[in-house]
């Protein structure tokens, strides 16, 4: 796989040259894994052009109409998308959002159904989501509640969308206070990532997606800690075997915890870890944080936390920021008013009775949620990660 590209350089997913493609490393086999779900099992297929699953997906889904939903940055992986699937007899229609967090509006999500509309979509039909988590969370809401509901398919072009949004069926937009407050639970009949797409990546993009997967090692699974520390080399280098794995692994542990507990009533909460201020940094900061940078300061704050309370040791704080500073997650203060931090922790949608729970990390690969922390401990570790 080429090396990712700099911020701005050029357009994401875009076409590759000749010599790029002759500096890829060579295609991995595509790998398969199942998710349950309430709704039946869908397959979550990894690969390097893997137009052909797409198309085996599209027959045997056997929709009546489709329509792609990509964000502005991935056009043209929009349109090759429409290309690999037009052999199925479909010829979708292409709808375009703006790129970023602030398109998970319900002005945005008005204008996808008014699409779905005028395009005649019938419950035969199917949504494809085309992009990265904004673009899969508002297509896949606009396809869970457009004639009460009808099928999607989650094709991820950013790192961050493979190894978590486009996994478990949660979908939504953002409330006026709160990030992902409106939405349901719509799984997807299949997920297919094609690593391709990550050759064109903007390297912070690529980057923050780290955040989520240090989540998963420290919360979840101490194997997934480990593959990060010593793969780091070939990972920031985009070495497309590499990657594979840590797709893999990730999808795996998420699938575990979902197939447990779909609609998030117990254990699939450990997934939260880091959102908690990780979400109320987005949402105080107008969503100028990138989620994963977002998630890196809400682990942090969340360590420091179980630190002060003895839930867990300062090694696991010091292995969790090396971790993260060696993905390129700095542990600089972002520019926000702690005040809006915490007025938004206290309106976290996962908040009961008034009382928000924290995920607590207790040993590297193990963390517990259900943690109702002292305010006064809120206010002081949130107010020191932002001096």
Not at 146 to 155: D, F, K, T, Y
Not at 168 to 189: E, Y
Not at 244 to 273: C, H, M, W
Request: proline content about 6%; hydrophobic content about 45%.
């Amino acid at each position: 796989m080429a090396p990712i590209a700099l911020p701005g350089s050029r357009p994401h997913c875009r076409r590759q040259s000749p010599a790029e493609r002759g500096r890829r490393r060579g295609a991995q086999p595509v790998v398969r894994l199942i998710v349950d779900s309430a709704r039946g099992s869908y397959p979550v297929i990894i690969g390097t052009g893997v137009h052909r699953e797409l198309r085996n997906v599209i027959r045997r889904i056997d929709p009546s109409s489709a329509v792609i939903v990509a964000d502005s940055n991935v056009r043209s992986w929009a349109q090759k998308v429409a290309k690999a699937v037009k052999p199925t007899g479909v010829r979708p229609s292409i709808y375009v959002v703006r790129a970023g967090e602030r398109s998970k509006s319900m002005s945005a999500l008005h204008d996808v159904l008014a699409f779905f509309e005028r395009r005649n979509i019938d419950r035969a039909g199917v949504v494809i989501a085309v992009g990265g988590g904004t673009v899969g969370d508002l297509a896949g809401f606009a396809a869970s509640v457009w004639l009460r509901g009808i099928r999607l398919v989650s094709v991820p072009t950013t790192l961050l969308a493979m190894v978590d949004s486009s996994i478990g069926g949660k979908t939504g937009i953002n409330g006026t206070r709160s990030k992902n407050a409106i939405g349901t639970f719509w799984p997807p009949s299949a997920v297919v990532a094609d690593m391709e797409c990550l050759e064109t990546l903007p390297a912070t993009a690529y980057r923050d997606a780290f955040a989520e997967v240090v989540k998963y090692g420290v919360a979840m699974d101490r194997g997934i800690f480990d593959l990060l520390r010593v793969e780091r080399p070939q990972l920031l280098e985009g070495d497309s075997r590499a990657l594979q794995r840590v797709v893999f692994r990730s999808v795996t542990a998420k699938a575990l915890v979902v197939a447990r507990d779909e609609r998030e009533r117990g254990p699939r909460a450990i997934l939260n870890y880091g959102h908690t201020a990780g979400h109320a940094l987005e949402a105080a900061t107008g969503f100028r944080v990138s989620h994963g940078r977002a998630v890196a300061f809400g682990m942090r704050v969340a360590a420091r936390i179980a630190l002060s309370l003895e839930l867990c040791g300062p090694r696991l704080v010091q292995a969790q920021d090396e971790l993260l500073a060696a993905y390129g997650l700095p542990d600089r203060s972002p520019a926000a008013d702690p005040d809006r931090v915490l007025a938004a922790i206290e309106h976290d949608k996962k908040a009961r009775r008034g009382r928000v729970a924290w995920v607590m990390p207790r040993r590297l690969g193990h963390a517990e949620p259900g943690h109702v922390v002292p305010s006064g401990v809120v206010r002081r570790m949130v107010r020191k990660a932002l001096a």
